[in-house]
């Protein structure tokens, strides 16, 4: 799967892809991420990729030109994306079903933007998407999309080395995940429910089953309601 993120802070991006799963995934060659600078498409001598807002108002708004731009240079070096998601409040909300239709894509651009705004054009002629991590704001493009990548890698096969996990993964099965524990059976005073220790694995499943159940409808009852609505029912 290849991602080519336009930003920028390039080296946030490139750290925040140093360590871990995807990380790995992206050393293994599963996973390849061009990262690419704005301010190399820009033509004057201040490398500017903002201006000031027409209409007036606070704060700045990040120019078209350079990220038009971008995209030239990513089709020519890269091949034409499948999809150009812009991060921003705006967007759509990102969630398992929306990272499970971007790991079916070979080839998925992120533009990150920064400041008040954006050039509206950037959203008409560059962009064929545009997506929320949630509802709340954050200072640049740069954390979601390295969230989109990771959620999304995960989905690729062999990133993470056991598949099994990927599957049981609570946002896989659409609710929470249920309680985990390892050593000590006892920890001041507070013990490791008995099921797990019994051996009994049809027992444990119903346990862990019937606490993600608990779990979800005390945190998250909007998440059974929407499997029941997918399902039919609140179990499978
Ligand atoms: N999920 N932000 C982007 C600047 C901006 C504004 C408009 C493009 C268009 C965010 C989020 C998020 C704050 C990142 C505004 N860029 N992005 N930034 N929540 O809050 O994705």
Partial sequence: MKFDVVTIFPRMIEAGLAEGVVGRGVEKGIVDVGVHDLRT????????????????????????EPFVRALETIRAERGTPDAVVLLSPQGRLFDQGEARRLSGLGH?????GRYEGIDERVRDLVATEELSIG??????GETPALIVIDAVSRLVPGVVGDQESVEQDSFSQGILDHPHYTR?????????????????HAEVRRWRMQEALRRTSERRPDLIERRVKETGNERD
């Fill in 41 to 64: 498409f820009t033509t004057d001598r201040h490398r500017t990729v903002d201006d000031v807002p027409y209409g007036g108002g606070p704060g700045m708004v990040m120019k078209v």
């Fill in 184 to 200: 000590p059976a006892e920890f001041e005073g507070r013990k490791v429910p008995d099921v797990l220790l019994s051996g009994h």
């Fill in 108 to 112: 998925v651009v992120l533009l990150c």
């Fill in 135 to 140: 509802d709340f704001v954050v200072s640049g």
